[in-house]
């Protein structure tokens, strides 16, 4: 039992510390190109819900559309 007791400290240390790393060059990657939280949020709801439409983004962001657009257009130019 102590074995396994073990193991699965292992596993939960090294998930944590990859969930850190992960995040550290996610957070890096985004400072690097310009992209807001804001924006990778907006991009990730798209990501997972494609095709969708700006009032779904608006409806997630709980934001108005013209908010969605302007921060559409800026992503186009990133």
């Known amino acids: 039992m102590s074995n396994i007791n073990e193991l699965f400290g292992a596993i939960e240390k090294w ?20 992209i ?7 991009l990730t709801f798209v990501f997972y819900n494609s095709p969708c439409k700006i009032s779904d983004i608006c409806e997630h962001m709980m934001v108005s559309a013209p ?3 302007q921060m ?6 990133i």
């Open 15 to 34: 998930a944590g510390i990859y969930f850190f790393r992960s995040l550290s060059e996610y957070f890096e990657y985004l400072k690097e190109n310009n």
């Open 36 to 42: 807001s939280m804001q924006q990778a949020y907006a």
């Open 67 to 69: 908010a969605v657009s």
């Open 72 to 77: 559409v257009d800026r992503l186009e130019k």
